[in-house]
């Protein structure tokens, strides 16, 4: 058998005793439907410096140039649908008792694809928020205007502007969002899938659930800095390995007598 066979194999048996499994999620999940990742030979951040886009002091100094690139991400991201590694990732929900996604994605496509409840630790693309913080609006909604008439788009409740609802470096992950991956890092399977593995606190639920006995997983055609770390490492596209986990795991369904 060919050894990558053989590790689906090993790790859909290990699923199909699990009981509580927890999925990392990162940009690698979301390219066969076309999103940009931000690191490789085609990532955003080999064309955009992110200290130029991604923070705060920069929204500050040019709040038109960020929202012209989070403009372009959305239009982008909308034109895009959930790939089979989504689909997969949404029916594992009613598979496990206990189940969670922890995505680094802001795309929303895990939602798309019907997962309710997706632990979001850098928010959303698709949430904005008032720069001013004004007491009429709420901390934060939904807004899926694409493209917006006039950038920067304005907040309704003041009239000043707004911002994407995205975690920038050097900002705090939502706290809920923190206390529920901590939470999911204890399960008897962990999978690290489509992510680079070196943006912190997201890659260190790996070794949190390695560390309180999980058995953990790569799905990443790349070597990261993860995969000395994992029992098995899946080198195949993340919408290819989920289907070929998912095959397997109903094969393994048993049917009443
Ligand atoms: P990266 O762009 O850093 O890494 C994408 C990973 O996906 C790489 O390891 C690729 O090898 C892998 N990959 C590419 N195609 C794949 C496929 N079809 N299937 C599976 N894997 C594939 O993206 P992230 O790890 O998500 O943070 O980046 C982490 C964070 O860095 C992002 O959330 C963002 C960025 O700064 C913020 O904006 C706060």
Not at 18 to 35: E, N, P, Q
């Amino acid at each position: 058998m060919d050894a990558e066979a053989e590790r689906l194999d090993r790790v859909a048996a290990r699923l199909a005793a699990a009981r509580r499994v927890t999925v990392l999620t990162g940009a690698g999940v979301s390219a066969a439907s076309g999103v940009p990742t931000f690191r490789g030979p085609e990532g955003l951040w080999r064309r955009y410096r992110p200290e130029e886009l991604a923070n705060a002091d920069a929204f500050a100094a040019n709040p038109r140039l960020v929202w012209e690139w989070y403009d372009w991400r959305r239009q982008v991201v909308a034109r895009c649908s959930p790939n089979a590694a989504h689909r997969v990732l949404a029916g594992w929900a009613r598979r496990f008792p206990s189940y969670a996604v922890i995505t680094q994605n802001v795309d929303g496509l895990h939602e798309r694809a019907g997962l309710d409840d997706v632990i979001r630790l850098h928010g959303s693309l698709w949430e904005v928020l008032c720069w001013d913080g004004c007491a009429a609006s709420p901390p934060r909604w939904r807004d899926e205007t694409v493209p917006f008439p006039d950038l920067p788009p304005r907040c309704p409740h003041c009239g000043g502007m707004i911002r994407p609802g995205v975690v920038w470096f050097g900002e705090a992950l939502p706290a809920r969002e923190v206390v529920r991956a901590d939470a999911a890092a204890d399960c008897d399977v962990f999978i690290t899938a489509g992510t680079s593995a070196i943006v912190y606190p997201a890659a260190g639920y790996l070794h949190l659930s390695r560390a309180r006995g999980a058995f953990t997983v790569e799905v990443n055609p790349a070597d990261t800095p993860a995969t000395e770390h994992v029992e098995v490492a899946i080198r195949l596209p993340a919408d290819v390995a989920l289907a070929e986990l998912e095959a397997r795991l109903q094969g393994t369904r048993t049917t009443a007598p």
